[in-house]
């Protein structure tokens, strides 16, 4: 079963970018027409910024020219997502992006000359700004950190060699690697990275998942050098801008752009470690004892507790499904979901050289582009309702405010997409009452999820501020540091109740996150609020809706604090956090009382 290529796949499986441009000549003639347009702002407003008026002015004409860049980027780039092994899309998309950094640094006066204007026009600008006030203040508090105008020039020409770490990453998950195949009950099995996270994993067959388990890991391991190195460039430069730029350590300098504090990102960590390891290796017990396994693994999490009532589910049964559950956020919710089927906004196609995992990317005011790798099974529509969540977030906030405020902070990023995962879960407990259903459905929110959300990831994330306090305490990380600390992670979660095998210590391999900053323990963190909302729409119903959409249409207008409140739930506090670990502890419990009912197990 070798992946089909690209232009083999079903087009109504793939997603249409020809909503951006309709073909790629008109993408050439928009990228002159915006380098034009640069060079007029530049003229108009190099030297220039030193009033209020002038500031915002400047900043408004630039809105139009990011937009007209942003559509040239994700036209390119996602192109490229969906077939790595096409060496045009490759050179296209390296030309775009070149293009995009040249024009980003000719326009880099922008923010240098508004960080040396008088105070007294920075806070009048503030009072003038319309589209561009949150943009202004967050310059305001960069101010402390910027570095001399030239020195900021020759760090945004840099850009892309920055990025360098995570390109390198990329190439060898996606263009390099190649995994044989292996074999278990005496048949031989094709391996690749999308077919081992999107299907062994989570295979019931215990020879074929162990074999897969180990293959997997075996080929991993040959590239761990290559990609330590890659990822220790990307922690090690972090340290350096932090240094640069007068951060007290690595942490301060990426929590600063999220504007969360310490106390709020440790809480997060430190919380979960501790209180959802009694719950979730209850799980793991129930799965051992499920399953009928001698010993529990760590590459035996993440079946499913009744694998036999894990039906199929085709495409346009997903939509139903999706559309149907996601309702209760109104009828301009759902003509959404329409829409991202009719118009295809969906990536579903599975072949050589796309990109793993899901992801979505909005086109600001147009329409989001959603990638999965479509497995047929229920966890792909939790998967598309929770990109449809980050498209829902678009929808409303690109429409409530300027291209500069749309975005929440990175701590929030994934509530709304959370949000619709729980609401898939909430819609199907009420389609039925078969007890072996409920439980099906309930185990899936623990199994993809939580599991996800508040495991997977947050295993990461502890992981990542181990390796953070080594290089800030001037250190720097190879293979061998690497994965003792994710062998301690992994053995501290889940102590006696999982045997951590040989290989799983490379599980840092696996994930692109490490190249993005303090981003995994923002899973958990947008998951605790969804929760908490969710709650209170089952609770209260309409005006706990339209908090969440007002939550929604925010866009990035105030702190995560404060947005968290318009949703009716205060992060100031361990409140929330600790109400969500109960309530994951209550489905288990839940999960365990229908075993109980249905099989006569315990735990
Ligand atoms: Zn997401």
Redesign the pocket.
Known sequence: MELAARKDVPVEETWDLSLIFPDEKLMWEALEKTKADVKRFAAAYAGKLQTAETIVRCLDDREPILIAMERLWEYAGLALEADYTDNALREREAKVSDEMTRLRSEMAFVDSEILLAPDAELKAAVGLAKGCRVYIEDLIAKKAHMLAPETEKVLTALSLSLEVPYTIYNTMKLADISFEPFTANGKEYPLGYSLYEDDYELEADTAVRRAAFRAFYGTLKKYENTTAAAYNACVTQEKTIAELRGFRDVFESLLFEQKVTRDMYDRQIDVITEKLAPHMRRYARLLRKKHGLAEMTFADLKIALDPAYDPRVTIAESRTYVREALSVLGKDYRDMVDRAYDERWIDFAKNEGKSTG???AGVYRQNSYILLNWNERMADVFTVA??L??AGQSMYSDGAQSYYDNEPSMYL??AP?TMNELLLAHYLTQTKEDPRFRRWVLSSLISNTYYHNFVTHLREAWYQREVYKVVDGGGSVTADTLSGLFRKNLELFWGEDVVIPEGAELTWMRQPHYYMGLYPYTYSAGLTVATQAMLRIEKEGESAVNDWKNFLKAGGTKDPAGLAEIAGIDIRTDGPLNATIGYIGSLIDEICRLTEEIDGITV
């Open positions: 899901g992801f979505c929770h990109e969540g980050h990023v994934e997409s």
